[in-house]
T-cell receptor
Framework: TQLLEQSPQFLSIQEGENLTVYCNSSSVFSSLQWYRQEPGEGPVLLVTVVTGGEVKKLKRLTFQFGDARKDSSLHITAAQPGDTGLYLCAGSESGGSNYKLTFGKGTLLTVNP | DAGITQSPRHKVTETGTPVTLRCHQTENHRYMYWYRQDPGHGLRLIHYSYGVKDTDKGEVSDGYSVSRSKTEDFLLTLESATSSQTSVYFC???????????FGDGTRLSIL
């Protein structure tokens, strides 16, 4: 069974600070998704990265896929209270069944005003 | 938003009773998934479907069964609910294999 390790598990910061969340595995993924989940709702897709070394930007969020496609990071610049939520990474196994995703356990981010 | 509706949104029931959760989609997507989300465990796959009447087990399938008699509906059944099945259940859909999954808003199930 593939594992995706996310770190940190919990992060509490002040508005305006920068932060980085990491998603690591010993396995290679053909693609990796980042989701954000708010209380009482389902995860909402933020981005999909496919190519090793790929960098994608979504306003103040920057996503990077490692060169070897085993890890990814999410960097938030000048965090705002609206960024508060659970951030999940999920990967599709390379060479395996593409029906299924492996999820990390998530990073719970709180941005205080 | 992806057209996914989960019902019911909340349910409280007793140990030993049967429970069925419904996931309905309006996207005509081929793949559908059931997950449970628990503190400390993240999202874990229960069962998934890759077409009408085509289903397979995920990593935590014991105690659960599923059925998909038409493209738009994927049912999850707990034949005899146990307290360990208290959780939040999410349905997800996916169009093609290279596309990401999209999630419903979940069902909060409490088994007393």
């Amino acid at each position: 069974t593939q594992l995706l390790e996310q770190s940190p598990q919990f992060l509490s910061i002040q508005e305006g600070e920068n932060l980085t969340v990491y998603c690591n595995s010993s396995s290679v993924f053909s693609s990796l998704q980042w989701y954000r989940q708010e209380p009482g709702e389902g995860p909402v897709l933020l981005v999909t990265v496919v190519t090793g070394g790929e960098v994608k930007k979504l306003k103040r969020l920057t996503f990077q896929f490692g060169d070897a496609r085993k890890d990814s990071s999410l960097h938030i610049t000048a965090a705002q209270p609206g960024d508060t939520g659970l951030y999940l990474c999920a990967g599709s196994e390379s060479g395996g069944s593409n029906y299924k995703l492996t999820f990390g356990k998530g990073t719970l981010l709180t941005v205080n005003p | 938003d992806a057209g996914i509706t989960q019902s019911p949104r909340h349910k409280v029931t007793e140990t030993g009773t049967p429970v069925t959760l419904r996931c309905h989609q309006t996207e005509n997507h081929r793949y559908m998934y059931w997950y449970r989300q628990d503190p400390g465990h993240g999202l874990r796959l229960i069962h998934y479907s890759y077409g009408v009447k085509d289903t397979d087990k995920g990593e935590v399938s014991d105690g659960y069964s599923v059925s998909r008699s038409k493209t738009e509906d994927f049912l999850l059944t707990l034949e005899s609910a146990t307290s360990s099945q208290t959780s939040v259940y999410f349905c997800a859909i996916r169009g093609q294999m290279e596309q990401p999954q999209h999630f419903g808003d979940g069902t909060r199930l409490s088994i007393l």
